[in-house]
Structure formats: structure tokens, C-alpha cells
């Protein structure tokens, strides 16, 4: 499948829903561990991205696109998440610099690019109870997906599996990084608010992605 700026724009779009939908879950799981916000915030940023997206002209390339979701929403929500997905959209852009379109191998490496970008900027490892452990493994199952064949929709659709499983393990673990890590044991038995979100966000990557190859 060939990935054009429309389909990214509607990434976009199906994300930021996905995400509202999501929110008073998200803010009761930030709400164990830290301000209750995590939802709010998350919201405010996926509205700006694809509020910018979707004034940008039909000639925009993928770079455009994925840099000014970066400023929008970093702009919208410029504490916690706010660096990690700006600077993910950052990655995603430089990835695929100078291509008007992206191939199945084009998008999975922005979307590898995005994971390694908030493991960079986060300084965070897997199994740590941060986002990183849905992105980790979901960026390890694109690649391995569309190394075996698969185009970009499936490869993204095994990774949102592997980011809902990843999200779910955070249930398990001690928090190492951020607020949360001030409870030690007593995060314990939560879903990490950062790594559910993640889950959902990469959820609605793949559903927007199956419904562009089969238009």
C-alpha cells in the first residue's frame, strides 16, 4: 500500500478520537499515580495535531506533516508527554525526509522511529512502567511483521497487539521513572497511564491504517 498525505491527516484525526474516547479512562489511571490529567493532556495535544494536519495543503509531504504535529503538540501540552510525542513526531519526519509518500517499509520506519524517539527523549527502558513498555514491543513487532511480508496496516495491527499486551504487563511492575515512582510497591497492581495511552494512540494508527488499504 502506498501511504498518501490524506491517509496521514486521517491518522491523525482517528487518533485524537480515539484518544477522547479514552480520556476519563486514561485521567482514573493517572489518577492512582500522579494529577489525574494524563487524559486531558493527551487530548489537548491529539486535537492540536490534527486541527495543524488538516490545514496543511494537499502537497504536504509526510516530513511536513509529522513536524507540525510535533509543534502543535508540544504547543498544546508542553510538560510530561508533551516532549516525548514531539519529539517522536520529530523522529517520524526525519525518517522519511523527502519522500512525497511513504511505502508498507517507509511507515514502519517512521513508526519505529517514533518509539525510538520516546525512548531516547524519556530515558526509559522497558519495564520500567512508562509508555516505553507498549512502544517497545510494538515497534519490535512492526519490524518484525513487515520484514516477514506484511504491509504496513498488518504490521501495525500486530503492533498495536503487542502495545496492548505491553500496557497490560505495566499492571505487574515498579515504577522507575516519573511521578509514580515515589509510590514504589503501591503502583503495583495499576496500568501505567503513559503506557495505556500509547496503547490506544498505536490502536488507532492500525484501525486508520486498515480502513486506508481497504478504501
Known sequence: MTI???????????VAAAIAADRDRLCALDGVIGDADHGIAMELGFNAAR?????LGEDADPTLIFNTA??????AVGASSGPLYATAFMRAGAAVKGKPSLSDADFVAAFQA????????????????????????AAEAAG????????????????????AKGAEA????????????????RAVGHVDPGAAS??????????SLRTSATA
Request: glycine share 10%; no cysteine; aromatic share 4%.
Open 4 to 14: 498518501e498525505t490524506l491517509s496521514l491527516k486521517t491518522m491523525f484525526a482517528a
Open 51 to 55: 486541527d495543524a494536519v488538516a490545514g
Open 70 to 75: 510535533a509543534k502543535s503538540f508540544l504547543n
Open 114 to 137: 517514533m518509539a525510538q524517539g520516546i525512548r531516547d527523549r524519556g530515558k526509559a527502558e522497558p519495564g520500567e512502567k512508562t509508555m516505553v513498555d507498549a512502544w517497545a514491543p
Open 144 to 163: 518484525q511483521a513487515i520484514a516477514g511480508g506484511a504491509n504496513a496496516a498488518d504490521a501495525i495491527a500486530a503492533a498495536a497487539a503487542a502495545a
Open 170 to 185: 505495566t499492571s505487574g511492575m515498579i515504577a522507575a521513572k516519573g511521578r509514580s515512582s515515589r509510590l514504589g510497591e
Open 198 to 207: 500509547a496503547a490506544t494512540v498505536i490502536g488507532a494508527m492500525a484501525d
